[in-house]
Nanobody, 121 residues
Framework: QVQLVESGGGLVQPGGSLRLSCAAS????????MGWYRQAPGKERELVAV???????NYADSVKGRFTISRANAKNTVYLQMNSLKPEDTAVYYC???????????????WGQGTQVTVSS
């Protein structure tokens, strides 16, 4: 089994900052990527940022320059530092991890339970 535990969401004023964390535990033999998606009410889930095991990262255009994704590989943890938050960043943020549980199994995608981020004055 694989468990993803997220933390760090909450209510923040426009221009403020939040830091999300997601820790993967259980059968995590090899992690290919760790990232964050978000889903606002009435909208589809969208990629926010992803970090690949080779070291590269991708960001949605809407968050470039404001959000930073990072990893603590020894802890199987991914972080999302969100600065200069805007009301349009309000959404449920989901951790997403692609990993292989054992050496002989192909990679699969796992999702966290989601954490609410609300940007409002």
């Amino acid at each position: 089994q694989v468990q993803l535990v997220e933390s760090g969401g909450g209510l923040v004023q426009p221009g403020g900052s939040l830091r999300l964390s997601c820790a993967a535990s259980g059968s995590t033999f090899s992690i290919n990527s760790m990232g964050w998606y978000r889903q606002a009410p009435g909208k589809e889930r969208e990629l926010v940022a992803v970090s690949f095991s080779g070291g590269s990262t991708n960001y949605a255009d809407s968050v470039k320059g404001r959000f930073t994704i990072s990893r603590a590989n020894a802890k199987n943890t991914v972080y999302l530092q969100m600065n200069s938050l805007k009301p349009e960043d309000t959404a449920v943020y989901y951790c997403n991890v692609e990993l292989s549980r054992t050496w002989y199994q192909p990679p699969a995608t796992y999702w966290g339970q989601g954490t609410q981020v609300t940007v409002s004055s």
